[in-house]
């Protein structure tokens, strides 16, 4: 599939790089040479160039390309690069925007018609997964697959926890109502398999349906967290969409660092929400604001080693859910070792949501796992495909995939063994980086 992504900065750059990594025909434009600049190793080619130009567009191959993406920084850019892509000859193309108005379905035909398959608002997608884990504030991690009927909960394992030393080939006798699709553990990601143990400190992944998520709280060893009053440090885009999405009820504190910014923000922040000029990285202004009496601390500078600093501050200070925006990928395992308990990278996100549309199977939802280095996709089965053909404990699934659960016909089913898979099913899929490509051989 031959790939042109406009736009080199970090949206773009780690996208490149990952799917280069998968030996996609990748064409890397900027008008900046230098941000062209990638890792040894890194097959691709580059093409220094506007994307708004016709001619630069067509000199990087516009007319060959299965996909079109531009994510530069600016939104208009992006916009009138992909209608040039599609008159050119672009096959499919996808546009970053900052604008969540574009994304209204009484939109969505508007932009089709014009040249812009699908739309990406990085900042909308990183409010939504901030809004998510407040509203499940003892999870890692939370995702809501087949439309909510299948819900993927990642947790720390506490010390009390009722599944721990127990050995998954135990833990799987009675009523499957969960399947542990992975560990983390240290800086390692498994799938596990019945001879594995869960330990203390683990951060587990189930799968599960919305009625039985209390009983993952439980073998958790997790306690109910109500989230009433937060404070938020940055006064980012980010910050913007989560104060506007979050409910009125919930008391806001947000603390920007820049005088005049934290006054534009104040003219148009809800009732709901203080705006304060300061430094949330400051234990003393942070204590004076009452920290302590907090349910949730939140970190959206641009500065990822602040963040996590800031959510440690909060953590010692007493608040029982933090939540950082680490852009920063190197410092990701940073914020686990540190406690951090949500982990947001808009990067990830953003290409998580990319991702879907370059599988070949039928797919609707690809999430990237933070902390797990793994992703969980949604797939429909087509008919005759590798996965219907036998038994799922039948057929030699690699070691870094997992099926999780399946839902035919509007019923969920979780997955064991035995479990026979059917042309129409959608399927839970967890798998490490290394075999989302794998995929493929199944479900197609």
Same mark, same amino acid.
């Given at each position: 599939?031959?790939?042109?992504?406009?736009?080199?900065?970090?949206?773009?750059?780690?996208?490149a790089t990952?799917?280069?990594?998968?030996?996609?025909?990748?064409?890397?434009?900027?008008?900046?040479?230098?941000?062209l600049?990638?890792?040894?190793?890194?097959?691709?080619?580059?093409?220094v160039? !506007?994307? $708004?130009? *016709?001619?630069?567009?067509?000199?990087?191959?516009?007319?060959?390309?299965?996909? %079109?993406?531009?994510? =530069? #920084?600016?939104?208009?850019v992006?916009?009138?690069?992909?209608?040039?892509?599609?008159?050119?000859?672009?096959?499919?193309?996808?546009a970053?925007i900052?604008?969540?108005?574009?994304?209204?379905?009484?939109?969505?035909?508007?932009?089709?018609?014009?040249?812009?398959?699908?739309?990406?608002?990085p900042?909308?997608?990183?409010?939504?997964?901030?809004?998510?884990?407040?509203k499940?504030?003892?999870t890692?991690?939370?995702?809501?697959?087949?439309?909510?009927?299948?819900?993927?909960?990642?947790?720390?394992?506490?010390?009390?926890?009722?599944?721990?030393?127990?050995?998954?080939?135990?833990?799987s006798?009675?009523?499957?109502?969960?399947?542990?699709?992975?560990?983390k553990?240290? !800086?390692? $990601?498994? *799938?596990?398999?019945?001879?594995?143990?869960?330990?203390a400190?683990?951060?587990? %992944?189930?799968?599960? =349906? #919305?009625?039985?998520?209390?009983?993952?709280?439980?073998?958790?060893?997790?306690?109910?967290?109500?989230?009433?009053?937060?404070?938020?440090?940055?006064?980012?885009?980010?910050?913007?969409?989560?104060?506007?999405?979050?409910?009125?009820?919930?008391?806001?504190?947000l603390?920007?660092?820049?005088?005049?910014?934290?006054?534009?923000?104040?003219?148009?922040?809800?009732?709901?929400?203080?705006?304060?000029?300061?430094?949330?990285?400051?234990?003393?202004?942070l204590?004076?604001?009452?920290?302590?009496?907090?349910?949730?601390?939140?970190?959206?500078?641009?500065?990822?080693?602040?963040?996590?600093?800031a959510?440690?501050?909060?953590?010692?200070?007493?608040?029982?859910?933090?939540?950082?925006?680490?852009?920063n990928?190197?410092?990701?395992?940073?914020?686990?070792?540190?406690?951090?308990?949500?982990?947001?990278?808009?990067?990830?996100?953003?290409?998580?949501?990319?991702?879907?549309?370059?599988?070949n199977?039928?797919?609707?939802?690809?999430?990237?796992?933070?902390?797990?280095?793994?992703?969980?996709?949604?797939?429909?089965?087509?008919?005759?495909s590798?996965?219907?053909?036998?038994?799922?404990?039948?057929?030699n699934?690699?070691q870094?995939?997992t099926?999780?659960?399946?839902?035919?016909?509007?019923?969920?089913?979780?997955?064991?063994?035995?479990?026979?898979?059917?042309?129409?099913?959608?399927?839970?899929?967890?798998?490490?980086?290394?075999?989302m490509?794998?995929?493929?051989?199944?479900?197609?």
């Amino acid at each position: 599939m031959k790939i042109i992504i406009a736009g080199a900065g970090e949206v773009g750059t780690y996208l490149a790089t990952l799917l280069s990594r998968e030996k996609q025909d990748i064409v890397f434009m900027d008008p900046d040479e230098e941000k062209l600049d990638m890792p040894y190793g890194l097959e691709m080619m580059t093409a220094v160039g !506007n994307p $708004t130009s *016709i001619n630069d567009l067509k000199a990087a191959g516009v007319k060959q390309a299965d996909m %079109f993406i531009a994510v =530069t #920084p600016e939104e208009s850019v992006n916009m009138t690069a992909c209608m040039l892509a599609t008159n050119l000859g672009a096959q499919t193309t996808i546009a970053r925007i900052g604008n969540t108005e574009y994304l209204l379905p009484k939109n969505m035909e508007f932009f089709s018609k014009l040249g812009i398959d699908s739309l990406i608002c990085p900042e909308a997608l990183a409010a939504g997964e901030i809004v998510s884990a407040l509203k499940n504030p003892w999870t890692r991690q939370w995702s809501e697959l087949a439309g909510g009927k299948l819900i993927l909960v990642g947790a720390k394992i506490s010390d009390n926890a009722a599944i721990i030393n127990k050995y998954l080939c135990d833990l799987s006798q009675g009523e499957r109502f969960y399947h542990i699709v992975a560990i983390k553990r240290d !800086n390692e $990601t498994v *799938i596990p398999r019945g001879s594995d143990r869960i330990l203390a400190g683990d951060i587990v %992944f189930f799968t599960t =349906t #919305p009625k039985h998520v209390p009983d993952i709280k439980t073998f958790a060893g997790k306690d109910n967290i109500n989230i009433n009053r937060i404070t938020i440090m940055g006064g980012s885009r980010i910050a913007t969409k989560v104060c506007k999405n979050l409910p009125d009820s919930i008391q806001i504190k947000l603390i920007e660092k820049d005088k005049e910014k934290s006054y534009r923000l104040a003219e148009k922040a809800r009732s709901n929400v203080m705006v304060l000029n300061g430094d949330g990285r400051n234990t003393d202004l942070l204590v004076g604001e009452h920290i302590k009496d907090c349910d949730a601390f939140i970190a959206l500078t641009s500065n990822s080693e602040a963040n996590i600093l800031a959510c440690v501050t909060a953590k010692s200070l007493g608040v029982p859910k933090t939540v950082a925006e680490v852009e920063n990928t190197d410092y990701i395992q940073m914020a686990e070792k540190w406690d951090i308990g949500t982990v947001i990278n808009k990067k990830l996100i953003a290409a998580s949501h990319i991702y879907q549309f370059l599988l070949n199977a039928d797919v609707s939802t690809v999430k990237s796992m933070t902390f797990a280095n793994a992703e969980v996709a949604e797939l429909v089965a087509r008919p005759r495909s590798r996965v219907t053909r036998k038994p799922v404990k039948d057929l030699n699934l690699p070691q870094d995939m997992t099926l999780g659960g399946k839902i035919r016909n509007g019923v969920v089913d979780i997955i064991d063994g035995n479990t026979r898979i059917e042309a129409g099913d959608h399927v839970v899929v967890f798998c490490l980086d290394s075999a989302m490509r794998k995929i493929e051989d199944y479900f197609n």
